[in-house]
């Protein structure tokens, strides 16, 4: 009998708070399988960017957390920084580089890759986005959805295993959120989806977890969690 699959993420009991005492989290308990998709959703202050900023250690609370059943500790750190990738609500405080092509490849080379081997493997993740025409304009002439692309495209360079996008849709109009869905269903890696958006997160997942006071108050479908408080689906 095969052994059971060991989840991309696992999270037991973690709870946090930050230096002025304000508790973000308690007692969250999370499992998301691997090349799955899931949902984070709940007001503002809910906990939901606080736990995944957890995820690679940007945070550390109490409590277990496991990435690709590798321990969150800070002798783990550059692996797991490899495997979690975060894309910011805001890609402009993630595109720094003078050229798109440079910043896929940042980091790449701060990971002590070759020059030649980054170059192509950034080009090939730029490719992947739809942005193989974009290599050496400045990240700061493109369009919010071509700067969302460029942000995921530095991650898929670096072959991560787990996606956290928090709030994807942000400053996108419906055209670019249209595309940056069917982007990101296309890509085989885990996703965790931090949105108010529900049709967005609905083109991507059923599932989806419901942050209210630092707690996971509810793990349902998201039609029925959008049932229950009345969201518009």
Same mark, same amino acid.
């Given at each position: 009998m095969s052994s059971p699959a060991v989840? !991309?993420?696992? $999270?037991?009991?973690?709870?946090?708070?930050?230096?002025?005492?304000?508790?973000?989290?308690?007692?969250?308990?999370?499992?998301?399988?691997?090349?799955?998709t899931v949902a984070l959703l709940g007001p503002n202050g809910s906990g939901k960017t606080t736990f995944a900023h957890h995820l690679n250690g940007l945070l550390r609370g109490s409590g277990v957390i496991e990435i690709g059943g590798l321990p969150v500790t800070p002798a783990n750190l550059p692996r797991i920084r490899r495997n979690v990738g975060l894309v910011f609500q805001d890609s402009d405080n993630q595109l720094f580089m003078p050229?798109? !092509?440079?910043? $896929?490849a940042f980091g790449l080379l701060a990971g002590g890759m070759r020059a030649g081997e980054a170059e192509d493997r950034a080009h090939q993740a730029l490719k992947?986005?739809?942005?193989?025409d974009k290599t050496d304009k400045a990240p700061w002439h493109l369009?919010?959805?071509?700067?969302k692309r460029a942000a995921?495209?530095?991650?898929?360079?670096?072959?991560?295993?787990?996606?956290?996008?928090?709030?994807?849709?942000?400053f996108l109009d419906p055209p670019a959120q249209r595309s940056l869905a069917e982007l990101l269903a296309s890509l085989p890696q885990a996703k965790i989806l931090i949105t108010h958006d529900v049709a967005f997160a609905c083109?991507?997942?059923n599932e989806a977890c419901f942050f209210q006071n630092g707690r996971i108050t509810a793990r349902d479908n998201i039609a029925t969690l959008a049932s229950r408080f009345n969201w518009t689906v």
């Open positions: 989840p !991309i993420v696992m $999270v037991r009991d973690l709870s946090f708070s930050y230096p002025d005492g304000t508790l973000a989290l308690e007692g969250i308990n999370f499992e998301l399988a691997d090349n799955s050229t798109v !092509i440079e910043d $896929v992947q986005v739809g942005l193989d369009s919010a959805g071509e700067k995921i495209a530095g991650i898929l360079a670096g072959e991560a295993k787990l996606l956290v996008l928090d709030e994807p849709t942000t083109r991507l997942t």
